[in-house]
């Protein structure tokens, strides 16, 4: 091969690398590897599915992060059991135990820990590493179905008098089975937020036979997120601060005490 088709092949390669990956793309597949789904079960049949994302490991136990509002007894009908399912690399299941519960609505978190795994962690964002416009990405599990990923953009993020972060808005669109999924920055690839709820419209159809139908349709900007702040606090005042690779750095850290607007 003479020196001419060398230099060809050699400026093809730098032009297209091999398996190049976007930022959002790379952080997406990261981001999977720690999210997982969660199922509350009443006499082992499953009654509610959401999102979580493992946060924290200690030797073979993975601690995962949701809400509050998943994982409540209220309106079950019988004892409540809990397990993750697992998508990645491989589908499977794991039973879990709740550890921590906020109280709703100040504060939507639940901790619940898995025994006998060691899951991939979730780096934690601090609170000055999120602001308004930053590119997100928002991994879920609709209907509790299979893992599922949407983007956007950070839409608000309030703080109070303090700098305290107490509540924080995206554009990314979810549904239902999208509560406790986590909200991952690009290019960082960190968790910057906690989906806790979203705000629908209702928006009507005409149907053939003339008899009105609707459904409620997600509304742009308003998905609802606990912040890093709301998110470090908690995780700290749960006894796994140290685990998840935290410090006390901040306010919102230092009490267990959060408000955040619903």
Known sequence: MNRQNLLVLALVAVSFPAFAKSDKSRVVHKALRESVRVEVLVRGQVQRAASGVVVAVEGRTSYVLTNEHVIQREGLKGAASFQIVVERPTLHRLPAHVVAEGRVPDED???????????TPAAI????????????????????RSLSVSAGIVSQLEVDDQDVQRSMKTDAPIGYGASGGGVFDVPSGKLVGLVEGYRTAKVAFGGISRDDFSFDVPMPGETFLAPPG????????SGIGRLAGLRRSSPMSESPQQTAQQ
């Open 109 to 119: 978190l639940a901790l619940l820990a898995v025994d006998g795994e060691a899951l």
């Open 230 to 237: 709301k998110i470090r606090g908690f995780l700290m005042h």
């Open 125 to 144: 964002a601090s609170e000055d590493q999120i602001d308004v416009g930053d590119d997100v990405v928002v991994v879920g599990a609709p209907y509790g």
